[in-house]
T-cell receptor, first 113, second 109 residues
Framework: IAGITQAPTSQILAAGRRMTLRCTQDMRHNAMYWYRQDLGLGLRLIHYSNTAGTTGKGEVPDGYSVSRANTDDFPLTLASAVPSQTSVYFC????????????FGPGTRLTVL | GQNIDQPTEMTATEGAIVQINCTYQTSGFNGLFWYQQHAGEAPTFLSYNVLDGLEEKGRFSSFLSRSKGYSYLLLKELQMKDSASYLCAVRDSNYQLIWGAGTKLIIKP
């Protein structure tokens, strides 16, 4: 089934640990995005990639890094997790880039203790 | 700063009509999106407006007035499955999406 997959579905993590959230899409979309969603706030963009090999910073990039080695995968890494990074993380993709509609993965619920 | 405002919560009755408003103040405008998000699930695309006026798609319609910085999502013949959060997002001059916090719609029988 075409779409976006994310792993893990949920995770509890000790502060200071390193964690990589995985995102894979099979729609051959050029652009991919990472958002976090917190209660009472709108989705906030962490990092994005308009095409394989390029990445950019969003609204809240501090503490996160991304890579885009190929079209399909866009992992998000927390180098040293802190409790304020407790959130639901959504990966999204769009066909051509920022001018297109974004489609979302199922999300990863991350708790940092 | 950039701002998207929508009501936090609304309640409506099954079979009725509800209008969810969204006002925005952004640096530039390159389109407005509405997404639906059921609890614990991903946002799913509902509608896109870039020109003033009404876009109709089945039971759902979305309206845009760029001069007023205003949009609404109209849901007709409400069904219980319409209980969800509805997210308004505006694409700014940098083509990044600015998201509202969402409106939680509760449908009562």
């Amino acid at each position: 089934i075409a779409g976006i997959t994310q792993a893990p579905t949920s995770q509890i993590l000790a502060a200071g640990r390193r964690m990589t959230l995985r995102c894979t899409q099979d729609m051959r979309h050029n652009a991919m995005y990472w958002y976090r969603q917190d209660l009472g706030l709108g989705l906030r963009l962490i990092h994005y990639s308009n095409t394989a090999g390029t990445t950019g910073k969003g609204e809240v990039p501090d503490g996160y890094s991304v890579s885009r080695a190929n079209t399909d995968d866009f992992p998000l890494t927390l180098a040293s997790a802190v409790p304020s990074q407790t959130s639901v993380y959504f990966c999204a993709s769009s066909e051509k880039g920022s001018t297109d509609t974004q489609y979302f993965g199922p999300g990863t619920r991350l708790t940092v203790l | 700063g950039q701002n998207i405002d929508q009501p936090t919560e609304m309640t409506a009755t099954e079979g009725a009509i509800v209008q969810i408003n969204c006002t925005y103040q952004t640096s530039g405008f390159n389109g407005l999106f509405w997404y639906q998000q059921h609890a614990g699930e991903a946002p799913t695309f509902l509608s896109y407006n870039v020109l003033d006026g009404l876009e109709e798609k089945g039971r759902f319609s979305s309206f845009l007035s760029r001069s007023k910085g205003y949009s609404y999502l109209l849901l007709k013949e409400l069904q219980m499955k319409d209980s969800a959060s509805y997210l308004c997002a505006v694409r700014d001059s940098n083509y990044q999406l600015i998201w509202g916090a969402g409106t939680k719609l509760i449908i009562k029988p």
